[in-house]
């Protein structure tokens, strides 16, 4: 066994809850902003989020929520996101967070497989909630904001402060993020305290984050990266965060500009914009130290490109949900053009070759295995699923392709996986496909990714019509957008007279990948 260890010292994991461990100085930084809307300007200082987690913990076991009930939350990037969160998990209480793109379908799925009882959205969801929460566990829906006529609001919630977190045991589940899976709907990724706990210390500590930064969060908070990079990282060494509910380019540069942010982690997306489009250079962004890019590959050039403009260095992580999500970051000093960093402290990486299982040296491309305390027990009531990925001695097979060179920096050079990366969002082609499929005139479909500068890769569709059936490329389009997220909608559709496929049945994406350069 070649194993590629982290070249850094290893860290302290405590043996606690995620927010006895990222709250634990909240009291004494007091009046400090702790997070700050950035539309508006409204401010929640570190004594206010204390305060609030405590009240809404409260609430919670006073109205009967205890150990083992999962809580649904849906809310884009606001303030109030971390307390829900964090209030949720010192009731003991573990949390699903959910897409507030996804449609009604896709909310009912991940509310049915978590079993959650209780779902916390704001009133722009509220009608989706309300249509999804039908023929489920959950009880009751809560609005941030004001209630009204909406139903019960959030501070309608809020108890007797707790004292005390509920103890929970560190191997216990914490947060259930979804994560889309090859086979089609999104499988619950269950990571516990110490998973969580592990990977704030392994980034805040790699990436040297400061007390004195000031992050923006564009990054949604309900995706593993905004999570816990952004939310969880910022709050645990008492920085200050600006949330952003929505990307908007103009308001991410005036925000960077207004509150002198240092630090900003961002999706190649965005990456692509600071290289190319004229806006960027009406605003000052000189008090940028980095810009971390994760969530998808980006090229080396682009890197470069973008951090010469903005003046600061642009560099790469890699992760995945599965990992809580950091296997490797880039630390200070240490960037190379196209590399995505190291493995980070605790952590260990191998490159195994996909067909004989051996393991390579140095410059040589296999699949990714990681191992670490990151790293998730398995997917929620999916133990076929868990097996697929994570063997018996706990390494998890990424499904990625790439190699670690002689400094041990590794570089991603290709993907087992057929999921596609949209803007940093995972796809699978098997959902798409399942969803065409159910369409009267439609016989047969493929999905595959198609690159795209903006947004990395977008679904492209091949279909098969039942013969004597006629449809357009629009209306096939306009089918499926109005059962998935956004991020998920087909970009264009070819009409075919066959998928190729395997002796086995097995649809040959490469041969339809390789058409689209034709």
């Not at 009930?69 to 998990?89: R, S, T, W």
């Not at 999804?132 to 904001?145: E, F, L, P, Q, R």
């Not at 970009?491 to 339809?512: H, M, V």
Request: charged share 20%; hydrophobic share 45%; net charge negative.
């Amino acid at each position: 066994m070649l194993i590629h260890p982290s070249p850094l010292p290893d860290v302290e994991i405590p043996d606690e809850s995620l927010t006895e461990y990222v709250l634990q100085d909240a009291v004494a930084l007091g009046d400090k902003p702790a997070l700050i809307d950035g539309p508006s300007g409204r401010t929640l200082t570190y004594a206010q989020l204390d305060d609030q987690v405590r009240r809404l913990a409260g609430g919670l076991v006073g109205r009967g929520l205890a150990p083992g009930d999962v809580v649904a939350l849906m809310a884009p990037n606001i303030p109030e996101y971390a307390v829900v969160f964090h209030g949720v998990l010192f009731a003991g209480c573990a949390i699903t967070t959910i897409n507030g793109t996804y449609t009604d379908r896709e909310v009912h799925h991940q509310l049915v497989d978590s079993g959650a009882v209780l779902l916390v959205t704001v009133a722009a969801f509220l009608d989706v909630a309300r249509d999804a929460i039908v023929d489920t566990s959950v009880n009751g829906v809560v609005v941030i904001g004001e209630g009204g006529d909406a139903g019960e609001s959030l501070t309608d919630w809020f108890g007797e402060p707790l004292a005390q977190q509920v103890p929970v045991a560190a191997d216990s589940l914490a947060a259930l993020p979804y994560s889309s899976g090859t086979t089609g709907l999104n499988k619950g990724v269950m990571l516990t305290h110490r998973n969580l706990i592990a990977n704030v210390a392994q980034v805040s500590t790699l990436t040297q984050m400061r007390r004195d930064e000031v992050f923006v969060a564009v990054l949604p908070f309900f995706h593993i990266y905004g999570m816990q990079v952004l939310m969880n990282c910022g709050l645990r060494v008492g920085g200050t965060t600006i949330t952003m509910p929505r990307f908007d380019l103009e308001e991410f540069l005036r925000l960077h500009q207004d509150y002198t942010v240092t630090r900003s982690f961002v999706a190649p997306p965005i990456v692509v914009a600071l290289a190319k489009h004229p806006v960027v250079d009406k605003y000052d962004l000189s008090s940028l130290e980095q810009l971390v890019s994760g969530a998808a590959p980006l090229s080396a050039e682009l890197a470069l490109e973008a951090g010469a403009r903005v003046g600061c260095e642009i560099v790469q992580g890699y992760g995945m949900t599965e990992m809580s999500p950091a296997s490797h970051m880039t630390y200070p000093g240490g960037f190379k053009p196209g590399s995505v960093g190291v493995t980070v402290p605790n952590t260990a990486t191998r490159i195994v070759d996909p067909e004989s299982g051996d393991d390579l040296g140095v410059d040589e491309d296999g699949e990714i295995w990681v191992h670490g305390p990151q790293v998730m027990p398995g997917y929620l009531n999916n133990e076929v699923a868990t097996r697929e990925c994570l063997d018996a001695d706990g390494w998890l097979h990424t499904g990625d392709i790439g190699h670690v060179d002689s400094d041990g920096h590794l570089f991603i050079v290709d993907r087992l996986k057929e999921l596609i990366k949209v803007k940093g969002f995972q796809v699978a082609p098997a959902e798409l496909e399942a969803l065409l499929l159910t369409h009267p005139a439609v016989a047969d479909a493929a999905v595959v990714g198609r690159p795209d500068e903006s947004a990395g890769e977008v679904p492209v569709a091949f279909v098969v019509l039942k013969p004597g059936q006629e449809v357009t490329e629009s209306d096939l389009q306009a089918f499926v957008a109005d059962q998935v997220a956004h991020y998920k909608q087909i970009e264009s559709i070819t009409f075919t007279d066959e998928i190729p496929k395997s002796a086995s049945g097995k649809i040959l994406r490469r041969l339809l990948r390789d058409s689209l350069a034709l």
